[in-house]
């Protein structure tokens, strides 16, 4: 079945440095989809990527997906304490909307 | 404000006894998912239903889990017995397929079982 693995599983950063995480996928992907989930929260939607080599920008957060719809990441510039948290990608395959998540890689900022 | 209810937000029980989890999804969603999470596995997709009718349960142990939605309005999942390794948190998250946005969570069940 589809599985979809995330690194690094954890990283702890300096306020200020940049953040990134990485996720792929044993299947092509239909789209992706990224989430954060706070400690002691549930996950929250920020974003879905479509199509192949799509990049979107959300303020400090860069989110691509690979040529081959079967990678993805996260950038982070600047971290701030805010960001803390556990960052999820979520793939889907075929018309299906089976999300398969990663398991998440956990930022941590030093003020 | 549209939100997916989970109730209970906490059981503590005890080995052996049947646990129901319930889950309100948001009005309208055609899609409901359940997963669980713990530190070890992360998320894992435990069962997800379209339009009622469950498309998926292969992530779910046969023998004591069972998900059900007897209405478009609720979403059930049953453990029964239940074990020590079942103690987890277990969200139910609601979307729309067909457009492929996202899904919404809701504030899951810490479930402990002694």
């Known amino acids: 079945g589809q599985q979809v693995m995330q690194i690094p599983q954890y990283q702890h950063v300096q306020e200020g440095e940049d953040f990134t995480t990485y996720c792929n996928s044993s299947?092509?992907?239909?789209?992706i989809q990224w989430y954060k989930q706070r400690p002691g929260g549930h996950p929250v939607f920020l974003i879905q990527?479509?199509?192949?080599?799509e990049v979107k920008k959300q303020k400090r957060l860069t989110f691509q997906f690979g040529e081959a719809k079967k990678n993805s990441s996260l950038h982070i510039t600047a971290t701030q304490t805010t960001d803390v948290g556990t960052y999820f990608c979520a793939g889907s395959g075929g018309s299906n909307y089976k999300l398969t998540f990663g398991k998440g890689t956990l930022l941590t900022v030093n003020p | 404000d549209a939100r997916v209810t989970q109730t209970p937000r906490h059981k503590v029980t005890e080995m052996g006894q049947e646990v129901t989890m319930r889950c309100q999804p948001i009005l309208g969603h055609n899609t409901v998912f359940w997963y669980r999470q713990t530190m070890m596995q992360g998320l894992e997709l435990l069962a997800y239903?379209?339009?009622?009718?469950?498309?998926?349960d292969s992530g779910m142990p046969k023998d004591r889990f069972s998900a059900e939605m007897p209405d478009a309005t609720l979403a059930t999942l049953k453990i029964q017995p239940s074990e020590p390794r079942d103690s987890a948190v277990y969200f139910c998250?609601?979307?729309?397929?067909?457009?492929?946005?996202?899904?919404?969570f809701g504030q899951g069940t810490r479930l402990t079982v002694v």
């Open positions: 998250a609601s979307g729309l397929a067909g457009r492929g946005t996202e899904a919404f």
């Open positions: 990527l479509v199509k192949s080599g």
């Open positions: 299947t092509t992907l239909s789209n």
């Open positions: 239903f379209r339009n009622r009718a469950p498309l998926d």
